[in-house]
């Protein structure tokens, strides 16, 4: 079993940057691959971006691809997302997840999940 814990959420006026963390627990980390998922209020739960196991390979959704970046540290069993040139459509509480497969955008791939973190931007 994984645990996950989010951090580094919170209020940033638009054009601003956040970074956020995932922390995991469990020693095979390394052999999951993340993702980050956006829940905005009313509205169902969306991919933002997932990274393969070793980092090689990274997969951004559209909508904020060349604003957000995922990468991870294996080292420290956390895996980032640099958000940037935020827009008030980013408010969301953001989830990262874990899935054995590939890091592809659909939420049903995903086994474990932290209990996210708010991202609120201002206009």
Do not use: H
């Not at 645990?3 to 999951?32: D, H, I, K, W």
């Not at 390979?57 to 640099?82: C, E, H, M, P």
């Amino acid at each position: 079993q994984v645990q996950l814990v989010e951090s580094g959420g919170g209020l940033v006026q638009a054009g601003g940057s956040l970074r956020l963390s995932c922390a995991a627990s469990g020693r095979t980390f390394n052999t999951y691959s993340m993702g980050w998922f956006y829940q905005a209020p009313g509205k169902e739960r969306e991919f933002v971006a997932g990274i393969s196991w070793n980092g090689d390979s990274t997969n951004v959704a559209n909508s904020v691809k060349g604003r957000f970046t995922i990468s991870r540290d294996n080292a420290k069993n956390t895996v980032y997302l640099q958000m940037n040139n935020l827009k008030p459509e980013d408010t969301a509480v953001y989830y990262c997840a874990v899935t054995s497969g590939l890091p592809l955008p659909r939420v049903g791939l995903y086994t474990y999940w932290g209990q996210g973190t708010q991202v609120t931007v201002s206009s």
